[in-house]
């Protein structure tokens, strides 16, 4: 039987809940734990690899950590349909409450299971089990928050309240980084291959109890709740707004790409330029602190001179600029040049970024608004943000040409300029 589609919109309540500082805290924080939990796992992949994978092989037990980092990927959009589709149905609060608690289970696994040579094939078990789940969370989590902050937001302030999104990306960055950098001084080799990696693990998890506890009381956006079912709802997002969803995905899939390229600083330092670790991983730092900065201010901008304009001009900028920027680099691989560049190319791609995320919402009407970018975000960062430091990193070694990456991000930019172009402003609720 085919379910019934409701196709009028709901009535927008002239007095909407707003949300304070504790309530955009704990809204972004999900999202914050995903980029924490990202560059954690990254920056300590070869020390989960020989706790989980052991093998006679260094390389080896490294490729089936990342492998294993990378299955979380393949659930997002299963958790973007399911997810998605109850926010849209049951309202935000629920949907969000959902994905702190899914996450928090899938964090406290990977910290608390002992190795593989302690309870054996359990090991690597569980923590596949615990990235799956994972990505079923994150899959909705992106959808329900940024839902909540663009329709909690006072007139006029939109860019701001959203602009949190991608502020929480780059303090949880920062965040990794530091608590790395930290640690790589505090501790020795051998502290940290034993229990020292799961320490940043452990710290993200603070988070979660003030997270959950604001979560509850958060105000709920969705005024007019319907009874029609998930698959309603996915029916009527795939029926009238087929068009926004391809157009959202190319958009997300240029904003992946370059998000994730930018995360790959660190790593293309240490083995295209040969830099130093020590030296490679003020990248991170740097990376993680523009992201901040430029998601505050691109918000500011969005609200004062609409979020189209802030959204083209710096993807047209990024296009431009970042080839000259990987060309210094490459030519005077020195601190001071990798910090520039990085700092440039991650500044130019979150102003962009975040007025982009207000736009791709705002074009979503509010009865599937959480499941249209849900689903949009993550088909891009599942197909995308799972490849794009392997495409660069076939791209480098195949070519030999250092300058991979950024032809990379031109290709993509240009296909999600072209649609950001076409894509409809605001939905009207």
């Known amino acids: 039987?085919?379910?019934?589609?409701?196709?009028?919109?709901?009535?927008?309540?002239?007095?909407?809940?707003?949300?304070?500082?504790?309530?955009?805290?704990?809204?972004?924080?999900?999202?914050?734990?995903?980029?924490?939990?990202?560059?954690?796992?990254?920056?300590?992949?070869?020390?989960?690899?020989?706790?989980?994978?052991?093998?006679?092989?260094?390389?080896?037990?490294?490729?089936?950590?990342?492998?294993?980092?990378?299955?979380?990927?393949?659930?997002?959009?299963?958790?973007?349909?399911?997810?998605?589709?109850?926010?849209?149905?049951?309202?935000?609060?629920?949907?969000l409450l959902l994905t702190i608690g899914l996450m928090t289970s899938?964090?406290?696994?990977?910290?608390?299971?002992?190795?593989?040579?302690?309870?054996g094939l359990a090991a690597p078990i569980i923590l596949a089990l615990a990235r799956l789940v994972q990505g079923v969370a994150l899959g909705g989590e992106v959808g329900a928050s940024t839902a909540l902050l663009l329709e909690a937001a006072p007139m006029g302030r939109r860019g701001r309240f959203v602009s949190w999104q991608g502020a929480s990306q780059g303090a949880a960055v920062l965040a990794a980084g530091l608590f790395g950098f930290g640690l790589s001084l505090l501790?020795?080799?051998?502290?940290?291959?034993?229990?020292?990696?799961r320490v940043p693990f452990a710290l993200g998890l603070a988070i979660v109890p003030v997270g959950l506890y604001v979560r509850r009381r958060l105000p709920e956006t969705l005024l007019v709740r319907g009874s029609r079912g998930g698959g309603a709802v996915l029916l009527l997002l795939w029926r009238q707004q087929r068009r926004q969803l391809l157009l959202a995905m190319l958009i997300l899939m240029s904003l992946t790409i370059s998000t994730y390229v930018n995360n790959y600083m660190t790593t293309y330092a240490l083995t295209s330029l040969g830099m130093p670790a020590s030296q490679a991983l003020f990248a991170?730092?740097?990376?993680?602190?523009?992201?901040?900065?430029?998601?505050?201010?691109?918000?500011?901008?969005?609200?004062?001179?609409?979020?189209?304009?802030?959204?083209?001009?710096?993807?047209?900028?990024?296009?431009?600029?970042?080839?000259p920027a990987f060309l210094l680099l490459v030519k005077f691989p020195r601190p001071f040049e990798l910090m520039t560049v990085t700092a440039l190319v991650t500044a130019i791609s979150s102003l962009s970024g975040t007025a982009a995320?207000?736009?791709?919402?705002?074009?979503?009407?509010?009865?599937?608004?959480?499941?249209?970018?849900?689903?949009?975000?993550?088909?891009a960062v599942s197909l995308f943000g799972s490849t794009t430091q392997l495409i660069v990193a076939w791209l480098i070694g195949t070519t030999g040409d250092r300058l991979a990456p950024a032809y990379y991000v031109i290709a993509t930019s240009i296909v999600g300029l072209w649609a950001m172009l076409r894509l409809p402003q605001d939905s009207g609720n």
Do not use: K
Not at 106 to 119: D, E, K, M, N
Not at 365 to 374: D, F, H, I, T, Y
């Open 187 to 197: 501790l020795t080799a051998e502290q940290m291959g034993d229990w020292g990696w």
């Open 284 to 323: 991170t730092i740097v990376n993680g602190l523009m992201m901040l900065a430029g998601s505050v201010l691109a918000g500011r901008l969005a609200d004062h001179f609409g979020c189209r304009a802030v959204m083209v001009l710096p993807r047209v900028a990024l296009i431009l600029l970042i080839c």
């Open 357 to 379: 995320l207000t736009t791709i919402t705002s074009a979503f009407p509010s009865e599937v608004r959480s499941c249209g970018l849900a689903v949009a975000y993550a088909a």
């Open 1 to 95: 039987m085919t379910p019934s589609v409701a196709t009028s919109l709901p009535v927008t309540d002239p007095v909407m809940p707003r949300l304070d500082r504790w309530g955009l805290a704990a809204t972004v924080s999900g999202n914050a734990l995903e980029f924490y939990d990202f560059i954690a796992y990254s920056t300590f992949a070869v020390y989960i690899g020989r706790n989980f994978f052991p093998a006679a092989d260094a390389l080896a037990s490294l490729l089936l950590s990342l492998a294993t980092f990378g299955i979380g990927f393949l659930t997002r959009p299963l958790g973007a349909l399911l997810i998605g589709a109850y926010a849209d149905r049951a309202g935000r609060r629920p949907a």
């Open 106 to 119: 899938g964090t406290v696994a990977l910290v608390l299971t002992p190795s593989y040579a302690r309870i």
